[in-house]
């Protein structure tokens, strides 16, 4: 066995794993090792060729390989050590890394820390459970893009897309351009995951329909996808008998969510939330099991990477403080509770003093589409304090700063979040 | 061009390639043509995948007799000499109310009547000790220690690598189209030219009847019943020890709950009598009856966590609800093995055995040959290896520390051996049969362009020729750009 | 000339649907907006639709067969597919460096297709 040891382990080279490893670095830590799996850094930004990304965070608009780039570059300014075609096998809770790659063979990565920066994988039509045949031409959005943009082939010419989050719209104007035709894209709730921007400009400008409160019923063909039956859906989003309709087409992407992938962080013994699927984190993003961090999509799912660098920035300098030893427990922990309305919050606890810290965020996703809303922040039936928004969108966090001031004189142990249509 | 060969066998699935791997101990002339890509396409390749005790097959019919004896053939010989994924996991039978017990006792004794060693009725705390997540309800069950789980994909593809290594020829995508009898040989039209054989071996599965009527034979008639699983994600954290049957009813068989041999947790089958015999799709109501059935078995399953649906089809021929072994009187040099249903998978070394012996009748003075080889090596599975084990394959190719599939930790070394076995991967599907990637949880949306690639690569033909099964299943129509540029050319 | 269309405004993530009445080239009534960006989106959108096309163009000798590219600057909306079968025509030769221009002033845009990311040698 080939053994290393580092201070600092980061699971996954795209934009969490690179982001915390340029933070750690930057708060002082110099023994980094990032392994990836793929043969190149950037993670999944590589095929995610389109624009859109870094506005928050650069103030301006980048493609995602752009994007991706920017931080190669800082990761290799530093000159952190890289482990690329590199797969991680295993997580011990002691923090050793067991991995495999051909040209090193099997290795086991002594790490003081961990960040855990895996990503996610898409949901499948077989989670889905879409009947009919198994036949080729159905595709994961992601898979196919990843064919069209890095591999260059096209799976298909004549399209059926199911699920209008942003994969779905982004890969119906993609194929579109490269010269298939997209029928329709269509989507099981009567609201499109994706943003507004994206109905416009991957579907309106093309003369794409969007059809709402549709799904596939049924997957025709023997060989090659052939044609999908299509139909209308009730409020409980069960096929409605009688109002289905056939489209003929030769494949049938699928965007109907994303899942962090934890199977190493499970191994691990790393603490899952039901609601994310990802680890159970305080706001350093450190797991139940010390030294460990999770950041990215890894953690829960983001819209913008803007917000997954924000995240890892936040994973790499706790991993940082923590290797020197600088974190210092509160007396009294604070859970984060998801109110009304409310779908999830990370952090999920905030347990930790840090010198300097102005503010802890909360990153949350209302459950629903919902317009003048005001978000309360509760401690315990006390109101700390209530943001407008002008609206809600599932699809789109919303980030609370919750001041270090307000958190010193919490009076329970508790702080709720919740949100209320209309004003008081 | 016409083949000539003594034995023909029609059929790739786990009977015909068993009685090809018999048949290979002796000096004789065999060849097996399948119409699929791949063997182990039909039947063998959709079903529960269980060994059967033998308690269950009416002692009264060949069934009866069959499986027991596949059965204890599995355990001592082709477990041992194939390096087939087998677990002895056990099978209960489980009442859920007092009046079930009388039909257990009735079960016990037609297993009895089999000859299945051990069985044994357990009540009370017992069962729960054996089968913590059963439903509650649950007041006894028949348990049967002796029956087991297989991947019968491993399973067919090592028997036919085995037959080929002993001299079998294995013709792929080979379907016949007309069967003509000269006498003293038949003249077999395929899609891949003639063949002519001294006897034929039609172990076609769903379409054995349609190859029987080819040279006359219309007593039998081969009704597809569709039957539908759901496979789970291997972290599930429901998980059972045996395989679990209900008791059987006058409206349904039953749901049957088991774990697979690589630890997924698999429920089904539905049972759909219908016409088309290539009919494997998946439909709303049979799938809702698969998890409707084994939430009795186990009420805390939902759908949650499963990674695959499927069906496939039982080649069953409903009048006798019987196998149908025998030379037949009418055509000289025709043996029929049809209406291989259930147990036939853990009948199967009994079938050949019993073909052999037909072989033998048909063809006397067979001998057997001094260098027949029993033995086939698995590809080696890096997932179920040490770290000191995988350190040392890694040293001796370096191909076994690319991991490809994340999901099952299938490296690129295992994805090679599968395409280089002697009947080797062609498609996307027969790779994932034999070394899995993609049978994981993403279902090879990470590890598909990768497994396309190394296709490509191996066979030496373009990405967008590799297919996901059979002929029209391309995954990759064309080279990014291509149409525009051909949009660009004819505008100019 | 009276012209009556709907626009999607994208100013914001609120999305208004902007009822826009257009009489002889001049913007006379929009209505559904909740603030005056979305005036202002309405006449750029209606006059002169542009757009950011981002695509790929192939590569010979890569270590991927295509690079990521996009045009510098918005193109009119209605060039994008004229743009994407100029762009198909091009290939490249690896090493390409973000930034590269792939086309200059493609279509008589004034405006250059850059590769977006760096594209090493096989």
């Known amino acids: 066995m080939n053994k290393q040891s580092y201070d600092l382990v980061v699971v996954g080279g795209g934009p969490a794993g690179l982001a915390a490893a340029q933070e750690a670095y930057d708060q002082g830590v110099r023994d980094i090792l990032i392994m990836e799996r793929d043969f190149e850094l950037g993670g999944i930004l590589q095929q995610c060729i389109h624009n859109g990304f870094g506005l928050h965070f650069f103030g301006e608009e980048l493609t995602g390989p752009e994007y991706a780039q920017r931080f190669m570059e800082k990761v290799a300014e530093r000159g952190i050590d890289i482990k690329l075609d590199t797969m991680v096998l295993e997580v011990t809770p002691d923090k050793k890394v067991y991995a495999v790659n051909s040209k090193e063979g099997m290795l086991e990565i002594d790490a003081k820390a961990v960040v855990m920066a895996m990503g996610c994988r898409e949901r499948t039509r077989e989670a889905i459970g879409i009947p009919g045949s198994r036949v080729a031409g159905v595709f994961s959005a992601g898979t196919a893009q990843r064919y069209i943009n890095m591999e260059g082939y096209m799976p298909g010419k004549k399209v059926v897309i199911l699920g209008s989050g942003d994969i779905g719209l982004i890969m119906a104007r993609r194929m579109h351009l490269e010269g298939a035709e997209v029928e329709a894209v269509l989507e099981l709730l009567p609201f499109s995951g994706g943003l507004t921007r994206n109905i416009v400009q991957c579907l309106d400008d093309f003369d794409i329909p969007l059809r709402l409160s549709q799904t596939v019923t049924r997957i025709h063909g023997k060989e090659r996808l052939e044609g999908v039956s299509v139909a209308k859906v009730d409020k409980n989003l069960k096929p409605i008998p009688g109002s289905e309709y056939y489209i003929e087409c030769d494949t049938l992407l699928l965007s109907v969510g994303l899942i962090p992938e934890n199977e190493l962080s499970v191994a691990a013994g790393i603490e899952l939330a039901s609601v994310t699927g990802g680890p159970i984190v305080n706001e350093c993003r450190e797991t139940n099991i010390n030294g460990i961090f999770a950041c990215g999509n890894v953690l829960h799912v983001h819209d913008l990477v803007d917000y997954v660098t924000e995240e890892s920035k936040l994973a790499g300098k706790a991993a940082a403080l923590y290797l020197q030893d600088k974190i210092v427990k509160r007396d009294k922990e604070i859970n984060i509770i998801a109110g009304d309305n409310i779908g999830y919050i990370v952090p999920h606890k905030i347990t930790e003093k840090i010198e300097e810290r102005k503010r802890v965020d909360l990153y949350m996703r209302g459950k629903r589409p919902m317009e003048n809303a005001q978000i309360l922040v509760m401690d315990g039936d006390k109101k700390l304090f209530a943001k407008k928004e002008r609206f809600v969108k599932p699809a789109e966090m919303i980030s609370i700063p919750l001041p270090e001031k307000m958190i010193e004189q919490l009076e329970g142990s508790t702080v709720e979040v919740k949100i209320v249509e209309g004003g008081e | 061009m016409t083949n000539k060969t003594e034995v023909l066998i029609i059929g790739g699935g786990v009977v015909g390639t068993f009685i090809a791997r018999e048949l290979s101990r002796y000096k004789l002339d065999i060849t097996l043509i399948e119409k699929g890509t791949d063997v182990c396409v039909g039947t063998s390749k959709s079903n529960t995948a269980l060994i059967h005790a033998g308690f269950n097959a009416d002692s009264n019919k060949l069934k009866g007799k069959l499986n027991v004896r596949g059965n204890e053939l599995f355990r001592t010989k082709v477990q041992k000499e194939l390096e087939v994924p087998i677990e002895w996991i056990g099978a209960l039978v489980v009442a859920q109310d007092e009046a079930g017990i009388p039909q257990l006792e009735e079960i016990l004794e037609n297993g009895k009547r089999n000859k299945v060693p051990d069985l044994e009725i357990v009540k009370g705390e017992r069962l729960f000790e054996l089968e913590p997540n059963l439903n509650k309800n649950s007041v006894a069950a028949l348990y049967a220690p002796t029956a087991g789980i297989v991947n019968p994909f491993e399973l067919t593809v090592a028997l036919a690598n085995n037959a080929v290594k002993n001299g079998a020829e294995v013709i792929l995508e080979a379907e016949v189209t007309d069967i003509e009898d000269k006498g003293d040989y038949k003249l077999v039209k395929t899609s891949k030219g003639n063949i002519e054989a001294k006897l034929v071996i039609n172990a076609a599965g769903v379409y054995a009847d349609k190859i029987a009527q080819m040279v006359g034979i219309k007593d039998f008639k081969i009704t597809p019943r569709r039957g539908e699983y759901y496979l789970y994600d291997k972290i599930l954290d429901i998980k059972v020890n045996h395989t679990i049957f209900q008791l059987p009813n006058k409206v349904s068989k039953g749901i049957v709950v088991t774990p697979t041999d690589e630890d997924n947790l698999l429920i089904g089958p539905s049972a759909e009598e219908i016409e088309d015999k290539d009919d494997l799709s998946n439909t709303r109501e049979g799938l809702d009856q698969v998890i409707a059935g084994a939430k009795k078995t186990i009420p805390d399953l939902t759908t949650r966590g499963v990674i695959k649906e499927f069906a496939g089809l039982r080649a069953a021929i409903k009048e006798t609800g019987d196998f149908l072994i025998e030379a037949s009187d009418k055509v000289k040099g025709f043996i029929n093995v049809a209406g291989i249903q259930s147990p036939g998978l853990a009948s199967s070394p009994a079938i050949a055995e019993m073909v052999v012996g037909i072989v033998k009748e048909e063809l006397p003075g067979l001998e057997e040959k001094d260098d027949f080889d029993p033995y086939e090596q698995e590809i080696p599975k890096f997932r179920h290896m040490s770290h000191k084990q995988r350190m040392k394959l890694i040293e001796k190719d370096s191909n076994y520390g690319e991991i490809i599939c994340r999901c099952e930790s299938i490296t690129k070394g295992e994805i090679l051996d599968a395409i280089r076995q002697p009947v080797g991967a062609r498609t996307v599907n027969a790779i994932k049969r034999r070394v899995r990637p993609g049978a994981g949880r993403c279902q090879g949306g990470f590890c598909g362009p990768k497994v396309v690639e190394i296709l490509s690569e191996e066979l030496g033909i373009p990405k967008t020729e590799v297919k996901l099964e059979k002929d029209n299943s391309k995954i990759l129509v064309e080279k990014t750009k291509e149409s525009l540029q051909k949009e660009v050319t004819d505008n100019e | ?122």
């Open chain 3, 1 to 122: 000339m009276e012209d009556k269309v709907m626009i999607t405004c994208v100013s914001c993530p609120m999305g208004c649907d902007l009822n826009v009445e257009v009489i002889d080239e001049e913007i006379k009534k929009v209505e559904g907006n909740r603030c005056p960006r979305g005036v202002e989106y309405a006449k750029a959108e209606y006059f002169n639709p542009t757009r950011v096309l981002p695509t790929t163009a192939k590569v010979k000798g890569g270590i991927l067969p295509l690079v990521p590219v996009k045009t510098a600057k918005p193109i009119p909306k209605g060039l994008l597919e004229k743009a994407m079968r100029e762009i198909a025509k091009v290939e490249l030769e690896a090493p390409v460096k973000l930034g590269d221009i792939v086309i200059k002033n493609v279509l008589d845009t004034g405006v250059d297709v850059v590769a977006t990311r760096d594209l090493a040698k096989k």
